[in-house]
């Protein structure tokens, strides 16, 4: 077994405990509100405009034995820099109000993946970063593309309204591949770092989910769940 098959097998119940989030379960269920899309969103805007700032910062603090990761995180940069205004132009399509959007702070779980994100690289070890680029990109290619269809379907918004979703739906499938080449050269510390860092991110990022607003009759069912 690889080290990536060993992260995806020790981190089931973290991800199975995200996949249960009331949030997700009802749009797999295609019981989604607009509210609940553009909350999603706005939180999404949030820390996705994070990734090439934290990148940028993992580079600067590869330490000698991770120097080898140097050019896949400056490629990963190139790709990944300007997708929040992706967002913001779904927001916009879906008829949100992208001003108030961009002015307004995150929610608190956002905002606290985003902290220990930036805390784990600086104060850390960057290596952990990939834990959390294993959980959202993971995530990603398990849910975006069906959400985004079923999403459309409940809401009839236009094909513009979905472009972060179907767009990481598909780019995220080439990117879980590079990750698992590059998680599995590091060393057994880097790694056992990795497996708790994509635990410790299910979990904030679920909780991401966790405070997204349902619909009334979801909502009773969470409460009473």
């Known amino acids: 077994m690889s080290f990536y098959e060993h992260l995806i097998e020790t981190t089931a119940a973290e991800r199975a405990h995200l996949f249960a989030a009331p949030a997700i379960a009802t ?38 034995r991770l120097e080898w990761l140097r050019r896949p995180v400056a490629e990963y940069i190139e790709e990944e820099i300007g997708h929040e205004e992706w967002i913001l132009n779904d927001i916009a399509a ?4 992208i001003v108030a959007a961009r002015a307004s702070r995150p929610q ?8 220990y994100a930036h805390d784990l690289v600086w104060r850390r070890n960057p290596a952990g970063f990939f834990g959390m680029v294993f959980v959202l990109e993971g995530t990603s290619v398990a ?8 999403i459309q379907q409940a809401l009839g918004l236009p094909d513009a309204a979905f472009s972060y979703l179907r767009s990481h739906g598909t780019l995220d499938q080439e990117h879980t591949r590079h990750l698992a080449e590059l998680v599995n050269r590091m060393t057994p510390e880097d790694q056992a770092e990795v497996v708790h860092c994509a635990r410790v991110f299910y979990q904030l990022y679920g909780d991401i989910f966790r405070a997204l607003p349902l619909p009334p009759a979801t909502q009773k069912e969470a409460t009473w769940n």
């Open 27 to 64: 749009c797999l269920r295609g019981e989604v509100t607009l509210p609940t899309y553009l909350a999603f969103l706005q939180e999404a805007f949030h820390h996705v405009r994070q990734t090439t700032p934290l990148l940028m910062a993992v580079g600067s603090r590869l330490p000698e």
């Open 94 to 97: 879906a008829g949100g109000d």
């Open 108 to 115: 608190l779980p956002a905002e606290v993946m985003v902290a």
């Open 143 to 150: 849910l975006a593309l069906h959400a985004a269809d079923l």
